[in-house]
């Protein structure tokens, strides 16, 4: 989702532009199709790579991203900081403040970025792996691991682990868009920008560039992990949850979605890969990867452009 418009925003640097240039042909308008009927009007996602730069003038809605690029990181552009500490260039007010709401999107939704790194990395134990909590999937309990690196004691690589490390990185989300919206707030911006969760659709962003385990028990381990980030944002409030997917990937990461697949099962799908917005459009004809509904698609373009289906 990021590392294409990483890539631009660089090269737009190096040579002296500025990100908006290409703002105008992605801003939310109205297109009109061949035979000048009205289209769905276009929206825009935004995330860290776009710190501090122009957002597309009133797109249709806006898709902030809550995370810094892992599952476990902040966006430090989500709301005010140090680098940016004026609400006009926190993400989450752009997304709901430029967006003007004329489509069948709301005007602002919540994208997080997810993974299942499991209990040890590159001979290390994973900082925020859990080592107790109860799940739908029995209690997560620790373990002996030894590695070349020593031996140590972690939560083990289960569902029920999986389950509490996904359900504890959507609830610090949460926590973290709470504190974003608040400290937004506080400055008295023109557009009051909401904190509670139920306010804004959210968006799973499921892609093989994060950590994830493989194989029968590692596809057991993601779906828990991806179910657990679900629980959370439903015990938050949360009612509209999607996934940012494709086929290839989902079914790489999850095993595939079915009817057992509790949570995951027909979740609303926001699929990417197109370059243009009229490959954007005809991606709305493509198969569910949760056997849900295809809701948005985006195109890739100077920024990621969003589609409403």
């Known amino acids: 989702?990021?590392?294409?418009?990483?890539?631009?925003?660089?090269?737009?640097?190096?040579?002296?532009?500025?990100?908006?240039?290409?703002?105008?042909?992605?801003?939310?308008?109205?297109?009109?199709?061949?035979?000048?009927?009205?289209?769905?009007?276009?929206?825009?996602d935004i995330s860290f790579p776009q710190c501090g730069a122009i957002f597309p003038a009133r797109p249709a809605f806006g898709i902030a991203d809550v995370?810094?690029?892992?599952?476990?990181?902040?966006?430090?552009?989500?709301?005010?900081?140090?680098?940016?500490?004026?609400?006009?260039?926190?993400?989450?007010?752009?997304?709901?403040?430029?967006?003007?709401?004329?489509?069948?999107?709301?005007?602002?939704?919540?994208?997080?970025?997810?993974?299942?790194?499991?209990?040890?990395?590159?001979?290390?134990?994973?900082?925020?792996?859990?080592?107790?909590?109860?799940?739908?999937?029995?209690?997560?309990?620790?373990?002996?691991?030894?590695?070349?690196?020593?031996?140590?004691?972690?939560?083990?690589?289960?569902?029920?682990?999986?389950?509490?490390?996904?359900?504890?990185?959507?609830?610090?989300?949460?926590s973290w868009v709470a504190a974003a919206a608040k400290a937004i707030d506080r400055q008295k911006p023109p557009v009051t920008v909401a904190a509670a969760a139920s306010r804004y659709p959210w968006w799973l962003d499921v892609e093989l560039s994060s950590s994830w385990r493989t194989g029968t028990t590692g596809h057991a381990m993601n779906v828990a992990d991806l179910q657990g980030m679900i629980a959370a944002l439903r015990r938050a409030g949360a009612s509209l949850i999607g996934a940012y997917s494709t086929s290839s990937q989902w079914t790489t990461i999850t095993g595939g979605t079915r009817s057992s697949s509790g949570s995951l099962y027909r979740l609303r799908n926001w699929i990417p890969g197109a370059t243009?917005?009229?490959?954007?459009?005809?991606?709305?004809?493509?198969?569910?990867?949760?056997?849900?509904r295809v809701v948005l698609t985006q195109w890739v373009a100077n920024l990621d452009g969003d589609y409403a289906c």
């Open 1 to 44: 989702m990021r590392r294409l418009v990483t890539l631009v925003a660089v090269q737009a640097a190096a040579v002296g532009l500025a990100v908006a240039v290409a703002a105008p042909a992605l801003a939310a308008g109205t297109d009109r199709d061949a035979a000048g009927a009205r289209s769905r009007v276009t929206g825009n």
């Open 67 to 174: 995370n810094g690029g892992l599952a476990n990181d902040l966006n430090p552009c989500l709301g005010p900081s140090a680098s940016h500490p004026s609400y006009r260039r926190a993400e989450l007010y752009l997304a709901v403040a430029a967006s003007t709401g004329v489509a069948s999107q709301p005007k602002a939704s919540l994208y997080l970025d997810t993974g299942d790194p499991g209990n040890i990395y590159r001979g290390r134990p994973i900082a925020d792996w859990p080592k107790a909590g109860l799940t739908p999937y029995g209690a997560c309990e620790t373990t002996r691991v030894r590695t070349r690196r020593g031996t140590f004691t972690v939560g083990q690589n289960s569902r029920a682990c999986a389950w509490r490390y996904g359900f504890m990185k959507a609830a610090q989300d949460v």
């Open 276 to 292: 243009t917005l009229s490959g954007a459009k005809a991606d709305c004809r493509l198969a569910s990867f949760t056997a849900g």
